[in-house]
């Protein structure tokens, strides 16, 4: 089956069950590289409405954060009943989100690990970034510096609570594969010694494996090749509020143009639990390598 860049799939609650046929080509285009848009909002309570507000954030901070596993709000302003409504806000979404996903992903079940819960109430459209690297305009994939993931997918959901009626607009790029081959030519050697000093002087939580190495040199590689970013096909894609988009960041080239308002949940997810591990970008980087790289 031909599948479009973004795959549209009919799911419009949270807790109903999920036909076997959709759950299946669910995770079929998702594997396969596409960003799932459901038509499903993530409703607020009356109390909630507050949190709808970009002067929640602390500082010069762009995102909120939720760790499911200790129940801790970073990111926000240090009132306390506010930090008690976005907890009770980003850990309904965290469950919603890891609820969904064993329904349309069953193989994951018992595999996904908890990532951050964070909510992003500030515009995107005009911010000045840090560097380039920090510009999320540019076509990338996704790559921590500091958290290296070993192999593991970054598996994202992402809900537009936005008031005002305003989208969330992305551009999505060329497949995986095609990045991949483009860019995996020019980039450096992978130095465990530089890899293990790295994680004993605390730069990086773990040490950086081939995989992350190279993942995180693709996405710099990405971002700064400016002929690249303009000439590359893009596919324009506006995800209006209510709408869930489901994502394999890593893997799909993707830009953030505008938007606000957003609630972003992710998960880890090991190549060994996917149904078709050849997709992977560790699968697919290895197969240029030549040899394992985690």
Same mark, same amino acid.
């Given at each position: 089956?031909?599948?479009?860049?973004?795959?549209?799939?009919?799911?419009?609650?949270?807790?109903? #069950?999920?036909?076997?046929?959709?759950?299946?080509?669910?995770? $079929?285009?998702?594997?396969?590289?596409?960003?799932?848009?459901?038509?499903? #909002?993530?409703?607020?309570?009356?109390?909630?409405?507050?949190?709808?507000?970009?002067?929640?954030?602390?500082?010069?901070?762009?995102?909120?954060?939720?760790?499911?596993?200790?129940?801790?709000?970073?990111?926000?302003?240090?009132?306390?009943? &506010?930090?008690? &409504?976005?907890?009770?806000? &980003?850990?309904?979404?965290?469950?919603?989100?890891?609820?969904?996903?064993?329904?349309?992903?069953? #193989?994951?079940?018992?595999?996904?690990? $908890?990532?951050?819960?964070?909510?992003?109430?500030?515009?995107?459209?005009?911010?000045?970034?840090?560097?380039?690297?920090?510009?999320?305009?540019?076509?990338?994939?996704?790559?921590?510096?500091?958290?290296?993931?070993?192999?593991?997918?970054?598996?994202?959901? =992402?809900?537009?609570?936005?008031?005002?009626?305003?989208?969330?607009?992305?551009?999505?790029?060329?497949?995986?594969? $095609? *990045?991949?081959?483009? =860019? =995996?030519?020019?980039?450096? $050697?992978?130095?465990?010694?530089?890899?293990?000093?790295?994680?004993?002087?605390?730069?990086?939580?773990?040490?950086?494996?081939?995989?992350?190495?190279?993942?995180?040199?693709?996405?710099?590689?990405?971002?700064?090749?400016?002929?690249?970013?303009?000439?590359?096909?893009?596919?324009?894609?506006?995800?209006? #509020?209510? %709408?869930?988009?489901?994502?394999?960041?890593?893997? *799909?080239?993707?830009? *953030?143009?505008?938007?606000?308002?957003?609630?972003?949940?992710?998960?880890?997810?090991?190549?060994?639990?996917?149904?078709?591990?050849?997709?992977?970008?560790?699968?697919?980087? %290895?197969?240029?390598?030549?040899?394992?790289?985690?």
């Amino acid at each position: 089956m031909t599948m479009n860049p973004i795959e549209t799939i009919a799911v419009h609650d949270w807790q109903s #069950p999920v036909a076997r046929e959709l759950a299946a080509h669910a995770l $079929d285009a998702l594997e396969a590289g596409c960003v799932l848009r459901l038509p499903l #909002p993530f409703a607020l309570s009356a109390d909630e409405q507050v949190l709808l507000s970009d002067t929640l954030l602390s500082g010069a901070r762009k995102n909120i954060s939720y760790n499911p596993v200790n129940n801790s709000v970073k990111g926000a302003d240090g009132d306390a009943q &506010l930090e008690t &409504l976005l907890r009770g806000m &980003l850990g309904r979404y965290h469950a919603s989100t890891r609820a969904l996903a064993l329904k349309l992903f069953a #193989p994951y079940s018992g595999h996904m690990l $908890d990532g951050r819960t964070s909510y992003r109430p500030a515009e995107i459209a005009g911010r000045v970034p840090k560097s380039w690297r920090h510009d999320d305009t540019r076509l990338h994939v996704d790559a921590f510096p500091a958290t290296p993931v070993h192999g593991r997918r970054l598996l994202r959901f =992402f809900n537009n609570v936005n008031p005002h009626g305003e989208p969330r607009r992305w551009n999505v790029g060329e497949p995986f594969a $095609d *990045v991949a081959a483009r =860019f =995996f030519p020019r980039l450096p $050697d992978h130095s465990p010694l530089k890899a293990r000093l790295m994680a004993l002087t605390r730069i990086t939580k773990s040490k950086r494996t081939a995989y992350d190495h190279y993942m995180l040199n693709l996405h710099d590689g990405m971002k700064a090749d400016l002929d690249y970013q303009s000439q590359v096909a893009k596919t324009p894609a506006a995800f209006a #509020p209510g %709408e869930t988009w489901i994502v394999y960041s890593d893997q *799909v080239s993707h830009a *953030v143009m505008s938007g606000r308002f957003m609630l972003e949940q992710t998960y880890y997810v090991p190549v060994a639990a996917l149904q078709y591990p050849e997709r992977s970008p560790l699968r697919v980087l %290895e197969k240029l390598a030549g040899r394992a790289l985690v």
